[in-house]
């Protein structure tokens, strides 16, 4: 069964905002960190938010740090990115990501155990 399912992209002009989500299933276990990745055709994949489930501790790549908000609610089982003055350089596929550990670089596709199938967001100038 997919573990982690993401909704909430789409297409929007520069300066927009965007809300994206990302559903845990029941048969996820002992998640301790969930993050947002994104990749863009052409260029690596990029580590955009990282959040802590139980204490809520955030960090955010440079290039979206202060646009772009993680948070989450764990009684809904959910991750939420809030992104906000959208450039068109944030256009990719995101892809929401857990890990049942905490060992690894947290930008590191590598230290997470579960992926979404990703949501599209299209920024035009």
């Known amino acids: 069964a997919q573990v982690l399912a993401e909704s909430g992209g789409g297409s929007v002009q520069a300066g927009g905002s965007l809300r994206l989500s990302c559903a845990a299933s029941?048969?996820?276990?002992?998640?301790?960190?969930m993050a947002w990745f994104r990749q863009a055709p052409g260029k690596e994949r990029e580590g955009v938010a990282v959040i802590y489930v139980a204490g809520g501790g955030s960090y955010y790549a440079d290039s979206v740090k202060g646009r772009f908000t993680i948070s989450r609610d764990n009684a809904k089982s959910t991750l939420y990115l809030q992104m906000n003055a959208l450039k068109p350089e944030d256009t990719a596929m995101y892809s929401c990501?857990?890990?049942?550990?905490?060992?690894?670089?947290?930008?590191?596709?590598?230290?997470?155990?579960?992926w979404g199938q990703g949501t599209q967001v299209t920024v035009s100038s």
């Open positions: 029941r048969y996820t276990y002992s998640i301790v960190r």
């Open positions: 990501a857990a890990s049942t550990g905490y060992g690894g670089n947290i930008y590191d596709p590598r230290a997470y155990n579960y």
